[in-house]
């Protein structure tokens, strides 16, 4: 079973592009602590959505917005300069606000 649930906020404003006639694609990277982590640990996940969720994701998050969502882990790769490049991503189906309103002037280091 491959199914996934995040919760994190955006560490840039999210990249929606428009692929064929009428295809959207969002991609976006989040920072997700680790809840059981003595130091202050922190992930960041590539996540990517399509169709009507990449237009909701593009038109209302942006940096330092809390997410969450669920979705699967998806593996790909290519060939770049003779050597093989593998990507892993999270492939969202659903997404939520997790905050009340968008973070104004983040300081945390994680957001650049």
């Known amino acids: ?51 009507k969720t990449a237009d909701f994701v593009g038109k209302y998050f942006a940096k330092g917005r809390k997410i969450a969502l669920t979705g699967r882990i998806q593996t790909r790769n290519y060939e770049k300069d003779g050597n093989k490049v593998y990507i892993t991503e999270v492939v969202a189906n659903n997404v939520y606000f997790a905050d009340s309103k968008p973070v104004e002037n983040n300081e945390d280091p994680c957001f650049d």
């Open 1 to 51: 079973m491959n199914i996934v649930t995040l919760m994190g906020r955006l560490t840039k404003d999210p990249d929606v592009r428009t692929i064929g006639d009428d295809n959207s694609v969002c991609n976006f990277t989040i920072a997700v602590d680790r809840e059981f982590s003595k130091n202050k640990e922190v992930d960041f996940l590539s996540v990517v959505v399509w169709g």
